[in-house]
C-alpha cells in the first residue's frame, strides 16, 4: 500500500513539473511575441511655415504625419513595412519611407479643405513587417488631439501683404513645347533654364519628365490626373486651356511648400 502510495505521489510530482514547464515555455513564446511588436513613434507638423509642431488646422494647411517604426526585436529603423494612417473619418492613408531634412522616416500629408468636418479628428498609425505589428495612438488629451478649426477661429496678428500683381503674358505668342523637363531639388521645381512656367498646347499630347538633383521629391499636376512619385516621365493629354498648379507630391523638409511650378495649357 505504501509503495502504492509513493508510485502516485512521483506521477503527481512529474505532472506538476511537466505542467509548469509547458506554462513556462507558453510564457516564454508569449513574452518574444510581446517584446517582437513593432515600435511606433511619431508626431504631426503643419505644412505652413515649415516643420513646425501642430495640432490645430484650418482649410488650406496640411496635416504632416510623421513616424518612426523601429523593430520590436533588433530596435533597428525598420525600412521596408507597410505603415498606414487610419483615420476616423474612415479614410486609410498610405505611408512612404524616405529622407526629409536630416532624418529618415515615414511620412504622409492630409489636405484640410473646406469641406472637411470641423472638430477632433482621431488617428491611429498602424504598421506591418513580416510577423511583426505594431500601432501608435496620440495621447487622449487635448494638446495631443488633432483638432480642425473653421477660417473663423483662426487667430493672426500679422497682416497678409497683398501679393505682386502677375505680369500678363500673350498668350498668343508663346512658344509651347510638348515635352515638359522638370528638375527637382530642395526646395524648388524648374526646367533646364531655371524656368517655372511651361505652356504646352491643348489636345495635344505631352511627355512630362522629372529628374531629381537634391532630396526627395515626387510631382502632381492638380487639376490633372498627372502624378510622378520617382524620377521618370508621364505622357497626357490636357483638353481644356487653364494654368494648373505643378506640386511636390512628398513631404520633403521645411521648404515644401515652396516647391511649386506652373503648366499652362494654351489653345
Known amino acids: 500500500m505504501k509503495k502504492r502510495k509513493s508510485i502516485l505521489a512521483s506521477l503527481f510530482a512529474a505532472t506538476m513539473i511537466l505542467?509548469?514547464?509547458n506554462n513556462e515555455a507558453e510564457n516564454e513564446k508569449a513574452a518574444e511575441k510581446e517584446v517582437g511588436a513593432l515600435v511606433i513613434t511619431g508626431d504631426t507638423v503643419t505644412e505652413q511655415g515649415g516643420c513646425v509642431l501642430a495640432s490645430r488646422f484650418s482649410p488650406g494647411d496640411k496635416i504632416v504625419f510623421r513616424n518612426n517604426v523601429l523593430d520590436g526585436i533588433t530596435n533597428e529603423q525598420v525600412k521596408d513595412a507597410k505603415v498606414q494612417v487610419h483615420l476616423s473619418t474612415g479614410e486609410v492613408l498610405d505611408m512612404t519611407y524616405g529622407k526629409h531634412g536630416d532624418d529618415n522616416f515615414w511620412v504622409v500629408a492630409y489636405p484640410v479643405t473646406p469641406e472637411t468636418p470641423?472638430?477632433?479628428?482621431?488617428?491611429?498609425?498602424?504598421?506591418?513587417?513580416?510577423?511583426?505589428?505594431?500601432?501608435?495612438?496620440?495621447?487622449?488629451?487635448?494638446?495631443?488631439?488633432?483638432t480642425i478649426v473653421s477660417d473663423e477661429v483662426v487667430e493672426t496678428s500679422a497682416e497678409i501683404?497683398?501679393?505682386?500683381?502677375?505680369?500678363?503674358?500673350?498668350?498668343?505668342?508663346?512658344e509651347t513645347k510638348q515635352k515638359v523637363e522638370i528638375i527637382g531639388k530642395n526646395f524648388e521645381f524648374h526646367g533646364p533654364g531655371g524656368e517655372k512656367e511651361f505652356y504646352?498646347?491643348?489636345?495635344?499630347?505631352?511627355?512630362?519628365?522629372?529628374k531629381t538633383e537634391e532630396g526627395m521629391h515626387g510631382l502632381l499636376v492638380e487639376g490633372l490626373?498627372?502624378?510622378?512619385?520617382?524620377?521618370?516621365?508621364?505622357?497626357?493629354?490636357?483638353?481644356?486651356?487653364?494654368?494648373?498648379?505643378?506640386?511636390?507630391?512628398?513631404?520633403?523638409?521645411?521648404?515644401?511648400?515652396?516647391?511649386t511650378a506652373n503648366l499652362v495649357v494654351v489653345e
Request: hydrophobic share 35%; proline share 5%.
Open 19 to 21: 505542467t509548469a514547464c
Open 225 to 259: 490626373d498627372v502624378k510622378l512619385d520617382k524620377d521618370g516621365y508621364v505622357k497626357f493629354t490636357p483638353e481644356k486651356a487653364g494654368e494648373y498648379k505643378i506640386v511636390c507630391s512628398i513631404f520633403c523638409g521645411a521648404g515644401h511648400g515652396d516647391m
Open 161 to 174: 501683404a497683398p501679393e505682386p500683381e502677375k505680369e500678363k503674358v500673350d498668350l498668343s505668342k508663346v
Open 200 to 210: 504646352v498646347k491643348a489636345g495635344e499630347e505631352v511627355t512630362l519628365s522629372m
Open 118 to 146: 470641423t472638430g477632433t479628428l482621431g488617428y491611429t498609425v498602424k504598421a506591418e513587417y513580416k510577423d511583426q505589428k505594431g500601432e501608435f495612438k496620440p495621447f487622449n488629451v487635448a494638446p495631443s488631439l488633432l
